[in-house]
């Protein structure tokens, strides 16, 4: 069975550019796979940064951006704030109905 | 406004059949390309998408839990059911429903905790 990888934890100075990815254990992601990314804070329910790769969901700032970078999905953050500190999850659609999320990457800014 | 509100029983025993509803307001699932999914979180682990009903009726469901788990609809009265059998204590919870609407999952409910415990 397939798993979708992400980095378990990465670090990022304020002000700093960080770039997540969103990976397959076997082959390459493309825009096929419809990559979506959400992040999540403790206790709270996962919202929506970015999908259809690159479409920034409603009120996202264009500090964030999504693409296609060495057959992954990729979320970068640019000029990172201390509120982007967060649990960020990515979800990749396989056919037949089926999604399935990424491990998880959690985010720290200091 | 779209708002998705999950429920169900916060405590079931250990071979019991889970239940639960996804009541929903805002949108219909009668739209072309509407759909309703459930996804789960253990504490302190990672998101697991579990299944999704389309607005045209087709399902879909994760494999690795396919034969325990069934997605239905109740169109007039605005909710998607989950049932998932055969409960074990690693089903520990979050349970969250979600409207999914061009490729992700837009709107999430607040989510409801499941114990198993007997």
């Known amino acids: 069975q397939t798993v979708v990888t992400q980095e378990p934890s990465f670090s990022v100075s304020p002000g700093g550019t960080v770039t997540l990815t969103c990976g397959l254990s076997?082959?390459?992601?493309?825009?096929?796979?419809?990559p979506s990314w959400y992040h999540q804070t403790p206790g709270q329910a996962p919202r929506t940064l970015m999908y259809?790769?690159?479409t920034r969901s409603s009120g996202v700032p264009d500090r964030f951006s999504g693409s296609i970078l060495d057959n992954k999905a990729a979320l970068t953050i640019t000029g990172a704030q201390a509120d982007d500190e967060s649990d960020y999850y990515c979800?990749?659609?396989?056919?037949?109905?089926?999604?399935?999320f990424g491990g998880g990457t959690k985010l720290t800014v200091l | 406004q779209i708002t998705l509100k999950e429920s169900g029983p916060t405590l079931v025993k250990p071979t019991q059949t889970l239940t639960l509803t996804c009541t929903f307001s805002?949108?219909?699932?009668?739209?072309?390309?509407?759909?309703v999914g459930w996804i789960r979180q253990p504490p302190g682990k990672a998101l697991e998408w579990l299944a999704i009903l389309y607005w045209n009726d087709d399902k879909g469901y994760s494999p690795s839990l396919k034969s325990r788990l069934a997605i239905t609809k109740d169109t007039s009265k605005n909710q998607v059911v989950l049932t998932m059998t055969n409960m074990d204590p690693v089903d520990i919870g979050t349970y969250y429903c979600?409207?999914?609407?061009?490729?992700?999952?837009?709107?999430w409910g607040q989510g409801t905790l499941v114990t198993v415990s007997s």
């Open positions: 979800m990749l659609f396989m056919g037949s109905g089926i999604w399935v």
């Open positions: 259809n790769t690159k």
């Open positions: 805002g949108f219909s699932l009668s739209t072309s390309g509407v759909g």
């Open positions: 076997s082959g390459s992601v493309s825009t096929s796979y419809y």
């Open positions: 979600a409207h999914r609407w061009q490729w992700h999952y837009d709107h």
